[in-house]
């Protein structure tokens, strides 16, 4: 599993592995933003490693490709993976043991643009295509430490359009990542990566 290197240009001293689990538009861009800043990391997505063969040629020699298991071994585990696949995926992962897990979600389901749900104005969500999931009033980070028992879950990387995450810097100053949780040393280690990436 890689470890964390950073650029000389970071002052940021991380000596543990991460994983991306999910290579849709955020895991994507969080790997493109990670090797950016000379950040190891290994993305896993559903297909296999080989279908990320050209994603991991493109961004360079800090992001491998690996299976999903190998990606949920990683001492920190960002979950990249839409929320209604996010049950489905991390339950069936092995023990977390303390692991701190990067809950990146958001509880929202995608419409058929074809769809009268896609159209209703009731929904302040419908023209970026899709709606809130109804969560009983609990938080979405409560619901997703259900699928991660044991992990230490920081709620972070979830709030930025995707594609804004190539650009910390913009317009002389630096965008800002928000993230939050309950366990402050696990907080202190995803702290260390925003800092690590320009926000």
Request: glycine share 10%; charged share 20%.
């Amino acid at each position: 599993m890689p470890y964390i290197t950073l650029g000389q240009e970071n002052s940021a001293n991380i000596d543990m592995s991460i994983g991306i689990i999910g290579s849709g538009a955020l895991g994507s861009n969080l790997a493109r933003l990670l090797a950016k800043n000379g950040i190891a990391a290994t993305i896993a997505n559903r297909r296999g490693p080989e279908s990320l063969a050209d994603f991991v040629a493109e961004v360079g020699p800090s992001i491998k490709a690996g299976t999903v298991a190998e990606a949920a071994s990683a001492d920190i585990v960002i979950a990249a993976v839409r929320w209604v696949d996010a049950e489905k995926v991390f339950s069936a992962l092995p023990a977390w043991n303390g692991r701190i897990v990067i809950d990146s979600t958001n509880p929202v389901e995608f419409l058929d643009p074809d769809s009268p749900d896609a159209k209703d104005p009731s929904n302040p969500l419908a023209a970026y295509g899709i709606r809130a999931v109804d969560l009983g009033g609990r938080s979405s980070s409560e619901v997703f430490k259900q699928y991660v028992p044991g992990a230490r879950v920081v709620k972070a990387f979830n709030h930025l359009e995707v594609n804004l995450l190539q650009e910390p810097k913009v317009s002389g100053g630096q965008r800002v990542l928000f993230y939050s949780g309950d366990d402050a040393d696990a907080k202190t280690q995803v702290r260390k990566i925003i800092d690590g990436t320009g926000f």
